[in-house]
């Protein structure tokens, strides 16, 4: 929880904002986020009739779905599902965020992104919302690598829809247990820019500079980003 301020409540207060806003909705949401994550999609439910979550590995499936079936051994995300009451100003209403959100995701599903199609080969329906938490920062090697993978990614988005990414600014790497992974670094006009370049208009962006100290992960700043696709 050292991550806290930057990981769980920055995305899940924006998130919250510019789905309460009302000018991201529709009814399908495809979700491919770092690891077994779920705390960003509270708000989502709300909004969206069908969750679909993609996941790089058959571990991170599990861990999903064994939370969304709540059985044992299961993460408990109840401090996330608090805070998302909260957000909503329904503090009381707890357990009821967490079985809606449980609800509302009908497919956990591997991705690949080795592949043109990443969820080959399953077809998935044009997602009216496409949203990711730090998966591209870490599973991208340099700039021409980031935007070979945000290309496919943004595919799984129809015309009209909105992305929304959330990452890191200027980081190295990750410490997981003994090992260290490399983190693609970028600043904030890069980001801006691929988007562009890919025929997206930039709809919100709001950066939050480091709130902690650890030497877990080395990153100066938090963003996050919606844009709508144009083609």
Request: aromatic share 12%; charged share 25%; net charge negative.
């Amino acid at each position: 929880m050292v991550f806290a301020e930057d990981s769980l409540k920055f995305p899940m207060m924006n998130y919250h904002y510019v789905f309460s806003s009302g000018f991201v909705k529709g009814d399908v949401l495809i979700d491919l986020s770092f690891g077994p994550i779920i705390h960003h999609l509270y708000s989502a439910c709300d909004i969206f009739k069908d969750l679909i979550i993609l996941k790089l590995n058959e571990r991170c499936n599990m861990e999903t779905g064994r939370w969304k079936d709540t059985r044992t051994g299961a993460f408990t995300w109840n401090h996330a599902s608090a805070h998302a009451a909260k957000l909503e100003g329904k503090s009381a209403e707890t357990q009821d965020k967490d079985e809606q959100l449980k609800t509302a995701i009908s497919h956990v599903i591997s991705c690949d992104f080795e592949n043109e199609n990443i969820t080959y080969p399953v077809e998935l329906p044009l997602a009216d919302c496409v949203t990711s938490l730090w998966i591209l920062d870490v599973i991208s090697k340099d700039e021409e690598d980031y935007m070979r993978n945000l290309e496919k990614f943004s595919k799984l988005l129809r015309p009209g829809g909105h992305l929304i990414l959330v990452g890191v600014l200027n980081a190295s790497y990750i410490t997981a247990g003994r090992e260290t992974f490399h983190v693609f670094g970028y600043d904030e006009s890069f980001v801006v820019n691929a988007l562009q370049k890919l025929g997206f208009v930039i709809d919100y962006c709001a950066v939050q500079r480091r709130k902690n100290e650890s030497k877990l992960l080395d990153y100066k700043a938090v963003i996050f980003i919606t844009a709508c696709k144009t083609k």
